[in-house]
């Protein structure tokens, strides 16, 4: 892990997982580019219509004020879970239902 990830992992552990986890969620850095840092919202936020807010005042907030010369900005990069696809598999091969 580079030193930018590092450092940015570091906030995420001190200042946000531990909000995001009172609420069943937490935060995955998918990757970091050009001062932007591409963010995966895991557990309760996944999802959650509040992940842009929540991405927005918290965890790119965090990022920024931790570290203003690094981070510029952090997005909600979706995905689709492993979980989910496995059970959309399932509602496709069980074509009773």
Known sequence: MNDALKQ???VLDERVRPLLR???G???VDHFEDGVVYVKMLGQCAGC???DLT???IVEAELVKALP???KKAVIFQTVSD???E???RLLRDHHL
Do not use: C, F, M, R
């Open 49 to 51: 219509p509040s992940a």
């Open 55 to 57: 991405n927005e005042t």
């Open 22 to 24: 009172t609420h069943g």
């Open 8 to 10: 940015i992992e570091t």
């Open 83 to 85: 979980e989910l696809w």
């Open 26 to 28: 937490d935060v995955q």
């Open 69 to 71: 010369d690094l981070v």
């Open 87 to 89: 059970q959309a598999k």
